[in-house]
């Protein structure tokens, strides 16, 4: 089955085509929509290539704000110097997404649509409190990033919807985060479960977490009744440890192709553990 194919040049020229447009797929990287309808797993009547417009493929510098375009790719992401100074975790979740090859045309706005509970940007951007701006032919909507993902391959954007830009926030001084991963492999692996963290600090007490996990829901998640526990200790290598085992405490993965329940519950303990020691190692190198 065809489709029409189009690639507007401008957001104003986009919209315009949408309009009337139904069974309509936005294309970005294409690294999965593309297989997908190969695989006759999806039939568009229409697919919008967003690759031509410019203010999608940019990172801006806003203030206490990054905004990163919706066609931005992991490759930008991790080689950015503004990501890299201000959001080393996202720069690092980035530079262990798949291939070099998948890193240079997966697009960061592609990667959340897809919604995949093992993404390995969606932790690092969760912890930076993500928040996702989308546009359609009913207007703009702001929405925070852990109330985008709903299932596997699915988002809470509407039809004629989609993505543009997503904000984050710096990390500042006295602040760290960290992505930690475990794959089958050291490289090209799928997560078997991955985990991000980013903490403040207030002379040795944890003055504020976010913990988010990947591979071990329907979604990648946060998980804030650990984070409120966490919030007002003293920081030191026991709260770490606990930090782990709550977050293993608080998930119940299932078993697949990739691994067991089990180990991926044990295997959320220890990346817990090791990006809180991680991050609070930034938080006091930056005071």
Not at 47 to 56: F, P, R, S
Not at 188 to 198: D, F, G, K, M, R
Not at 243 to 262: C, F, W
Request: charged letters at 20%; glycine letters at 10%.
């Amino acid at each position: 089955m065809g489709f029409h194919y189009n690639a507007p040049a401008s957001m104003s020229e986009l919209l315009s085509g949408i309009k009337n447009a139904d069974n309509c797929y936005f294309l970005a990287g294409g690294t999965d929509l593309v297989v997908k309808i190969k695989e006759g797993l999806i039939a568009p009547e229409f697919v919008v290539d967003l690759g031509k417009i410019k203010e999608l493929r940019e990172i801006a510098d806003a203030g206490l704000v990054i905004i990163i375009g919706a066609t931005v790719t992991h490759s930008q992401l991790q080689k950015s110097p503004l990501i890299k100074k201000y959001a080393a975790v996202l720069a690092s979740a980035a530079g262990q997404v798949g291939s070099p090859q998948i890193r240079n045309v997966g697009t960061v706005g592609g990667n959340i649509c897809n919604a995949s509970p093992v993404a390995d940007t969606s932790p690092a951007l969760l912890v930076l409190d993500g928040v996702v701006e989308v546009k359609g032919v009913n207007g703009n909507r702001n929405i925070p990033l852990k109330d985008f993902f709903v299932r596997p391959a699915v988002t809470v954007l509407e039809k004629g919807e989609f993505v543009t830009s997503i904000y984050i926030k710096k990390v500042q001084p006295g602040e760290g985060a960290s992505f930690q991963k475990i794959g089958k492999r050291k490289a090209l692996a799928i997560s078997v479960t991955n985990a991000a963290v980013w903490l403040k600090k207030d002379g040795d007490k944890i003055a504020d977490i976010r913990i988010a996990l990947g591979a071990v829901a329907a979604k990648t998640i946060r998980i804030p009744a650990v984070e409120d526990q966490l919030k007002g200790l003293v920081f030191d290598q026991s709260v770490a440890s606990k930090a782990g085992e709550l977050a293993k405490a608080s998930v119940k993965p299932i078993t697949d192709l990739r691994s067991t329940a089990d180990y991926r519950a044990d295997v959320v303990d220890v990346i817990v553990e090791q990006a809180m020691c991680e991050a609070w190692a930034q938080a006091k190198g930056g005071n």
